[in-house]
């Protein structure tokens, strides 16, 4: 049932909604920038989380003259390219006309309850896109926007009750940072030789990676049909950052045969261990295998480390990266080296999945909360 008390209002009355200004061309003549004034551009929000603390470009005096300067605690949203971007601004900032600054009326609106409202109508406000040479939305769309609102001591309450959702993601997002940078300064000292176990005494040796990986094509592994499903059983993969792009039920032409291997992108050479049964996407990827005496995890971790520039649309395991050289210690040293990554590992994955945790947690508690399915007890006075 839908709450009594919560009225139907739009955007601007409940906030000032003000289109962000800078009226120079071109948009990059040196002579605005450079002082201190943020100039916030769309990366800088879409890129932020909840606050704004960092950004990329300042203005000078003759810059604020051109542009328009709004108050801390202003929402900014973007409008152009990925449109519904939201961050909440701890300083004084510039902006383009690709944002609009949100300023909420303080005695009828919570700054942080609107942005968590303003998160759930992103879909909402793309399908109202117009495209040009981007896709972009205005202040027609925005400024009549409809929000079904409490009244402002349950806004108050709701948003405390998000912030601590919100406080516990930032701390694990930090807790992951802090495990990623631990585990790159780990690479670094084993896989170079800088820091060794003392039981181990032998010359490191250095050796190409065709030395040490056979290379499968992915042909009889192809999926044959894009119709995923997460009810399915084997994942079918990409090198690169999506990784898992869907579940298939297919039973033929499964890769299981020497596991774990390393994925590998012929084009763009990213990588990514595998250990699991899996059917590939890609015919530009290779499926890598460890040779006799040689533990394919530390090969794969080696690998990361490599400075390699990408050169043209070419495939690159065997003109040019197989031939790329590592330093390789002997075997029982590789698979301590590789343990202790694993390690690692086992522990950044526990964060990423505690972090997936808290944000579905979250966006859950959402779709209660701002839509007042479920409601905040109100203290009596």
Same mark, same amino acid.
């Given at each position: 049932m839908?709450?009594k008390?919560?009225?139907f209002k739009s955007?601007?009355e409940?906030?000032l909604?003000?289109?962000?200004?800078?009226s120079?061309?071109?948009r990059?003549?040196p002579?605005?920038?450079?002082g201190?004034?943020p100039?916030v551009?769309t990366g800088?929000i879409?890129?932020?989380g909840t606050?704004?603390?960092?950004?990329?470009q300042t203005?000078?005096?003759?810059g604020v003259?051109?542009?328009?300067v709004?108050p801390k605690?202003?929402?900014l949203i973007t409008?152009?390219?990925?449109i519904?971007? $939201?961050?909440?601004?701890?300083?004084?900032?510039?902006?383009?006309d690709s944002?609009?600054?949100?300023?909420p009326y303080?005695e009828r609106v919570?700054?942080f309850?609107?942005?968590?409202?303003?998160?759930t109508k992103?879909?909402?406000l793309?399908s109202q896109s117009t495209?040009?040479?981007?896709?972009?939305?205005?202040?027609?769309?925005?400024?009549?926007l409809l929000?079904r609102t409490?009244p402002?001591?349950?806004q108050?309450?709701?948003?405390q009750i998000l912030s601590?959702w919100?406080?516990a993601?930032?701390t694990?997002?930090q807790l992951?940072?802090?495990s990623?940078?631990q585990k790159k300064a780990?690479?670094?000292q084993?896989l170079?030789g800088?820091?060794?176990?003392?039981?181990?005494?032998?010359?490191?040796?250095?050796v190409?990676l065709?030395?040490l990986?056979?290379?499968?094509?992915?042909t009889?592994?192809?999926?044959?049909?894009?119709d995923?499903?997460?009810?399915?059983?084997?994942?079918?993969?990409t090198a690169?950052?999506?990784?898992?792009?869907g579940?298939?039920?297919?039973s033929e032409?499964?890769y299981k045969d020497?596991?774990?291997?390393?994925?590998?992108?012929?084009?763009?050479t990213?990588s990514?261990?595998?250990d699991?049964?899996?059917?590939?996407?890609?015919s530009?990827?290779?499926?890598?295998?460890?040779?006799d005496?040689?533990?394919?995890?530390?090969?794969?971790?080696a690998m990361?480390m490599?400075?390699?520039?990408?050169?043209?649309?070419?495939?690159h395991w065997i003109?040019?990266?197989?031939?790329?050289v590592?330093?390789?210690?002997e075997?029982?040293e590789?698979?301590?080296i590789?343990s202790?990554?694993? $390690?690692a590992?086992?522990e950044?994955e $526990?964060?990423?999945?505690q972090?997936?945790?808290?944000?579905?947690?979250?966006?859950?508690?959402?779709?209660q909360?701002?839509t007042?399915?479920?409601?905040?007890?109100?203290?009596?006075a």
């Open positions: 839908e709450p008390e919560w009225d955007l601007d409940l906030a909604v003000e289109r962000g200004k800078f120079v061309r071109p990059n003549d002579r605005y920038f450079g201190s004034i100039f551009q800088d879409s890129s932020a606050y704004l603390n960092q950004y990329t203005l000078n005096a003759e003259k051109v542009s328009k709004f605690g202003t929402i409008i152009a390219a990925n519904g971007d $939201t961050a909440i601004t701890t300083f004084d900032v510039a902006c383009p944002v609009v600054a949100i300023q303080k919570d700054v309850w609107l942005k968590n409202v303003l998160d992103r879909d909402e793309d495209q040009n040479a981007q896709k972009n939305i205005n202040l027609q769309v925005l400024k009549p929000i409490p402002l001591l349950e108050k309450m709701i948003a601590t919100d406080k993601i930032a694990t997002e992951l940072n802090n990623q940078k780990l690479m670094q084993l170079t800088k820091k060794r176990f003392s039981e181990f005494k032998e010359d490191w040796k250095h190409e065709g030395s990986l056979e290379y499968k094509q992915p009889p592994y192809l999926v044959k049909s894009t995923y499903n997460d009810d399915y059983e084997t994942p079918v993969l690169g950052k999506t990784f898992v792009l579940y298939t039920n297919e032409g499964i020497k596991l774990p291997v390393i994925i590998f992108d012929d084009f763009t990213d990514k261990f595998v699991f049964p899996f059917k590939a996407k890609s530009a990827m290779k499926i890598l295998t460890a040779r005496g040689v533990s394919i995890k530390y090969v794969f971790e990361q490599l400075d390699f520039t990408i050169g043209g649309h070419q495939r003109s040019i990266f197989s031939n790329l590592i330093s390789i210690p075997i029982a590789q698979q301590k590789a202790v990554l694993s $390690t590992d086992s950044l $526990t964060l990423k999945q972090l997936n945790r808290l944000e579905q947690e979250k966006k859950a508690l959402m779709q909360l701002l007042g399915k479920r409601r905040v007890k109100m203290e009596v």
